[in-house]
């Protein structure tokens, strides 16, 4: 039977609402968790069990030396901010947290120590307000850890505390929350116009600390030994991004082992220029390039690991000499093992040498799935019927630019091991069949191969127990 409430005597049909409306307000306000029994660890909330938060300190003493964390008992620590420069020689002390607000630049006959176990953290900021710690020429570094106490570079936002080796936020996407370490010499680059001396990239022309280069090879900017820099790559200046560690006019007396890059948002590590030798370097998941040699860098990089990402460009980025000064340089990379990423985009390259690249790349083992092997550049005049002009494919075949006895493993056979290419749209034509056999043969008569295992490469296991990238699981 359909009831008609306006043709019932007395009721008023807003008064009839009212009512409904109090009646639902009332039948809402009872408790939903009445007949609902929540195991241990979980409270009823409006009629649903939800997990308790659980105090992971509870039960936990520290002595008054430590304060419980997550858990765990770590010393009580002190941030220290630094800003500006510092120009008489200074200790940054085991136990403290150090604050880069801002650019922190060591200034010429200074020296910074940073002992075993500090952790060192960017401010947030790009341009001008970009955090960076900047070695200017004829200053050092001594930021010397242990493989039980490593230094760690990282961000602000990272909650790491000083004796945890990765704070509990730490993660791969987190990349340009700062901006990096810049160490700048004064041994020999090749710079553009016949210059031996330039700006590094994103520091403004007018700012003396940003100078590189010189004529000491032997130039000593210090050590770095044990040190993980993390989720850097901020904007520092107009289009730039800072790479995690730059080394600009580095000298050969310059000791770089045991450095880990993790995160950036541009280049793993970049040299430009200079003589410094690298051993035991890893970088993970870089924004650009992992390895970028620039500007005629003619030291050796030995025991190199690398693991691309999904928005990571090449493996190695290689030029020669820019300009016609300090041109004789032949930079080494040996034994080296890259990954490339799975399912990453089309700039994932096991390598680009160009811009007259000479040296040497040996005892390397290019795994994973790289979406292209190692390209050459060769390049050509547009305006002369494309006539050819020497770069790197002819260093190639000249002997002074060598790539000896590597494995691929993603490819088969010898195609797809090296790619002869050019920028010059027009001259594209000139890349014909015989340029590239020229290619094929030259990598298989230097001892390269098509592997499906790899027998050569990095000693991976010495990046155990203090890297980033063995506690999340890149290393085995």
């Known amino acids: 039977m359909k009831m008609n409430f306006k043709n019932i005597p007395g009721i008023n049909l807003i008064w009839l609402l009212s009512i409904c409306v109090v009646l639902f307000i009332v039948g809402c306000s009872g408790d939903d ?107 050092k570094i001594q930021a010397i850890g242990t493989i039980s106490e490593p230094i760690i570079f990282t961000s602000v936002l990272d909650e790491i505390t000083p004796g945890q080796l990765v704070g509990n936020n730490s993660t791969i996407d987190k990349k340009g929350l700062w901006g990096g370490l810049v160490i700048l010499g004064r041994a020999p680059i090749s710079a553009a116009d016949g210059d031996t001396e ?80 690298i051993t035991n370097c890893i970088v993970v998941e870089q924004g650009d390039d992992a390895i970028d040699l620039d500007m005629n860098y003619s030291g050796t990089i030995n025991n190199v690991v690398v693991f691309q990402g999904s928005e990571s460009d090449s493996a190695m980025e290689i030029d020669g000499p820019e300009g016609s000064t300090h041109t004789d340089g032949l930079f080494e990379l040996i034994n080296c093992t890259l990954y490339g990423a799975s399912g990453s985009n089309a700039k994932d390259r096991a390598g680009s040498l160009k811009s007259k690249a000479q040296g040497s790349i040996q005892n390397c083992v290019f795994s994973g799935d790289f979406d292209s092997g190692i390209r050459v550049r060769e390049n050509f005049d547009e305006n002369n019927d494309c006539a050819a002009k020497s770069d790197a494919f002819d260093n190639m075949l000249a002997g002074s630019l060598n790539i000896i006895g590597n494995e691929f493993t993603f490819v088969a056979g010898v195609d797809g091991m090296i790619a002869v290419y050019t920028d010059v749209d027009a001259c594209i034509d000139q890349i014909t069949d015989g340029i590239q056999s020229s290619a094929n043969t030259a990598m298989v008569d230097s001892g390269n191969e098509a592997v499906s295992t790899s027998t050569k490469g990095a000693t991976e296991s010495i990046f155990n127990g203090w890297t980033w990238a063995s506690e999340k699981g890149y290393i085995n």
């Open 198 to 277: 330039s700006q590094i990239e994103g520091i403004p022309a007018d700012e003396e600390f940003g100078g590189f280069g010189g004529t000491i090879s032997n130039d000593d900017s210090g050590t770095l030994k044990y040190v993980s820099i993390r989720h850097g790559g901020a904007l520092i200046g107009d289009g730039n991004e800072i790479n995690g560690l730059t080394l600009g006019g580095v000298g050969s007396e310059t000791s770089i082992e045991y450095v880990e890059v993790v995160a950036n948002l541009d280049d793993g590590i970049e040299c430009f220029g200079g003589t410094v030798n």
């Open 33 to 139: 968790c009445d007949d609902v029994t929540c195991p241990n660890g979980f409270t009823c909330e409006a009629g649903i069990c939800v997990q308790d938060e659980v105090d992971q300190c509870e039960g936990v003493v520290c002595d008054e030396n430590n304060t419980c964390v997550n858990g765990i008992c770590v010393e009580n620590y002190e941030t220290v901010f630094k800003i500006g420069n510092i120009t008489t020689n200074e200790t940054w002390t085991k136990g403290k947290v150090y604050n880069l607000a801002g650019k922190v630049v060591v200034k010429d006959g200074a020296i910074l120590t940073i002992e075993e176990g500090v952790i060192v953290k960017g401010s947030e900021g790009s341009g001008s307000l970009s955090s960076a710690l900047i070695i200017e020429r004829g200053a």
